[in-house]
């Protein structure tokens, strides 16, 4: 080997350096994610900013204005990143490869083209052609867009510097790279000394920059986890790719909350907003069908009224299958555990299988009880009426407990047609009357079970 290298490991999931080669992560403890680079220790070292020239404020003298947000133009992307683009942020979309992530950001840039903001396209995995190809799938776009195919880095921060965008898109940063490190492009040591160089970019000059982040399936190529404590926003893409929705989940934002989701459904022309994911998930739902529930989830402001199916059967087998779809198999070995010590039903000779409708995966505990009336539903053959929601978390006693932001929820259903909604007897005591829904208020899962049945019998 060369003087002044030496060999390093690195763990491809959470960074994780290391002089020898490991089985599992002590960082992460993943197995097998360990890959071996050659550092340069050679390289020239830069000069560090004299002290004295280091300037210090105090806090009570730091004037603290409302950030300025650029508005993307479209109102799902703005709910994620907390009301807009903020002025020198850097933002890491990340997702599997083909779910969108160009497309999506493409759009970005069209719209804030068509108001003539000055933006910069960097790709280093498309050429200009294909881009211009997947530009004219989407629509018109203002003449304020720039596009450069480049993937070394000292080139394109003379770009920026001479450009002054107000937005940089990086398309992809697996494919950048730094010429004073000697590690290959996509490598754990190029990505993140690139993305340092993007956030000195950003922060110094105020650019707000977008970088692209692919994630495989197996993991074996450094992903965004790399990333995520240093940009100020991680953006996640979810969704099948062969399916109609995608999901952008934000999962870190120094700018706003966390809790928020984005849906948009992939259309011939790029991807389209879904102004209302209830009616959205509750599309093609069976009438009069067992096994059948509506519950509702919370996005962090935004109710998502969704479709829980369960199909219970006797096993011809000495072991039951469990099989979960959307939610956590754990959550409903609980709760099937909770109904027969509870309510007494025979289930450790069922197979059970569980499914969200529409392919959306939710683990908050307000659908406890929905999974729980769909289970008992199917068992018994007893269809609930199609006009009934129900949301609760459901502890291992049998209890119904409350849970946050009760009268969203039922401002929801009420909006999409429900009458009737099952809800935990504490949060039916703090709400009032709402006009056209009657609220059934229960304080166990024996109390609910004995009220679809009965509503059954009528």
């Excluded at 003539?116 to 052609?129: D, K, T, W």
């Excluded at 989701?261 to 992939?266: K, S």
Aim: charged share 25%; net charge neutral.
């Amino acid at each position: 080997m060369a003087k002044g290298k030496s060999t390093v490991y690195f763990c491809q999931n959470c960074g994780y350096e290391s002089a020898k080669w490991m089985g599992q992560c002590p960082g992460c403890h993943e197995w097998n994610t360990f890959v071996e680079e050659i550092v340069d220790k050679s390289a020239p070292v830069k000069i560090k900013k004299a002290a004295s020239e280091a300037q210090v404020a105090k806090l009570t003298e730091i004037k603290a204005d409302q950030e300025d947000r650029i508005g993307t133009g479209m109102p799902e992307l703005d709910r994620v990143l907390g009301g807009g683009i903020v002025k020198g942020s850097l933002v890491l979309v990340g997702g599997d490869p083909g779910i969108g992530k160009s497309t999506l950001l493409l759009q970005v840039c069209r719209n804030l083209s068509l108001r003539e903001c000055n933006i910069l396209y960097i790709s280093g995995e498309e050429s200009l052609q294909q881009i211009k190809i997947r530009a004219q799938r989407i629509g018109e776009f203002g003449a304020s867009l720039s596009l450069l195919c480049e993937t070394n880095l000292d080139t394109i921060r003379e770009v920026i510097n001479r450009m002054k965008p107000q937005v940089v898109i990086i398309d992809s940063i697996q494919t950048m790279y730094n010429e004073s490190v000697s590690s290959a492009p996509g490598s754990v040591s190029q990505i993140r000394e690139t993305t340092g160089i993007l956030m000195q970019i950003a922060k110094g000059s105020g650019i707000s920059i977008f970088i692209v982040g692919h994630v495989t399936k197996d993991g074996v190529v450094a992903g965004p986890r790399v990333l995520e404590h240093m940009v100020d926003t991680v953006l996640y893409f979810e969704g099948d790719r062969h399916a109609a929705y995608r999901i952008l989940r934000g999962v870190k934002n120094r700018f706003g909350s966390t809790n928020e989701i984005g849906v948009f459904e992939m259309c011939e022309d790029g991807l389209k907003e879904v102004e209302n994911p209830s009616e959205f998930m509750l599309n093609g739902r069976p009438e009069d069908a067992s096994g059948s529930v509506v519950a509702c989830s919370m996005e962090g402001t935004r109710p998502i009224l969704l479709e829980i199916q369960a199909l219970v059967c006797h096993s011809n087998f000495g072991m039951p299958r469990r099989t979960a779809a959307g939610t956590d198999y754990n959550r409903v070995n609980l709760l099937m555990a909770v109904l027969e010590k509870r309510l007494g039903m025979s289930l450790g000779s069922c197979d059970a299988y569980i499914n969200i409708a529409g392919g959306i995966r939710m683990n908050e505990p307000a659908i406890d009880l929905g999974l729980v009336l769909a289970i008992v539903s199917s068992y018994k053959e007893m269809p609930i009426d199609s006009k009934t929601i129900c949301f609760g978390e459901v502890g291992l006693s049998g209890e119904v407990r409350a849970v946050s932001m009760a009268a969203q929820r039922v401002q929801e259903a009420r909006k999409l047609g429900f009458n009737c909604c099952i809800i935990p007897e504490v949060c039916r005591e703090n709400i009032k009357e709402v006009s056209g829904i009657r609220l059934v208020g229960v304080r166990n899962v024996q109390d609910a079970v004995r009220y679809i049945l009965s509503a059954g019998r009528e």
